[in-house]
């Protein structure tokens, strides 16, 4: 727990100092855009206010991660950064349908531009955004952050884009540049908050984790010694790194110790083999199709106790 806390800390501390960064140039874009006439700029900005969005949301879900689990709230607030991230990636797609119709309306009524001071601009973003995606790489394991490092980097490259932009005017004067550059970077925004929304709903839909085969779990279980069958098999993510298991397993009827080895055997594979810590495993007797009226011994009951106290054990690690 205090490692996670200690991580918790220092992305907190990487977002906070990409916050303030993005902040300062967002205004810079903006008003330069303004006074250079470009439609690259300006929506250079409104891509940097969804990074903004996309850093706030993630540092509220961040904390809201660390936070433990209550009564009400089992499993605690492992999907608070599942939510962020899928409301940013949703604000994105919105922002590219607004920056492409602007360069359309541009297309149509050209404006000169001020190339040298796109270009400047420009050119503090690639150094602020490229810093910004190095110190959020180290935690883009986590979906949240993922969703900002993409933001980022996708904001690297556009930039990088909006200085070409600026020389090719500057030496050709062909001002249709400014608004091409703008429909290429909501393009790039479109494409990888899609990404963004498809994974994200795919957790919150409960579905099962992309890296994980069911039937591979299914066959790992059964292989233990003493597992007859593995049914109603439900995996699903709490969070974009914390996976949960449900299942029954028919077993045949035996003392309780024999069947303590039985589930310690399941947990121990679906430890090491998919980093699944939290399991609730149901023991049935052999024969034994339903679990309503059907009498199922005394010791088989007691196990299912023993599943819980031992997934209480085993997710404390």
Known sequence: MHMVATSSNKMQRVLKISLAATFCYVVATFYFG???HSLALISEAGHNVSDMLAIVLSFV????QARPATDEKTFGYQRAGVLAAFVNA?????LAGWIAI?????????EPVQPKLMMLVAAAGVVMNGCIAGLLWKFSGDINIR???LHMLGDTLSTAAVIAGGAGILFTGITWIDPVLSVIIAGMILYSSAGIVRETLHILLEGT??????????????A??????????????LGSSSHALASHVTIAEMPLSDCSDILEGINLALRERFHIHHTTIQFET????????????????????????????????
């Open 209 to 222: 984790p992309k890296n994980l085969q069911l039937h591979e779990i299914r066959s790992s279980m059964q």
């Open 61 to 64: 879900a961040v904390y809201f």
């Open 286 to 317: 052999k024969g034994c199709e339903t679990t309503h009226g059907c009498a199922a011994p005394p010791e088989v009951e007691a196990v299912s106790g023993h599943a819980h106290h031992h997934h209480g054990h085993s997710h404390s690690h």
């Open 147 to 149: 969703g900002v490092f």
């Open 34 to 36: 303004v006074r250079a």
């Open 102 to 110: 602007a360069a359309l309306h541009r297309l149509a009524a050209p």
């Open 224 to 237: 233990v010694s003493g597992v007859l069958n593995v049914h109603d098999l439900h995996v699903w993510s």
């Open 90 to 94: 949703l604000t994105l797609v919105v």
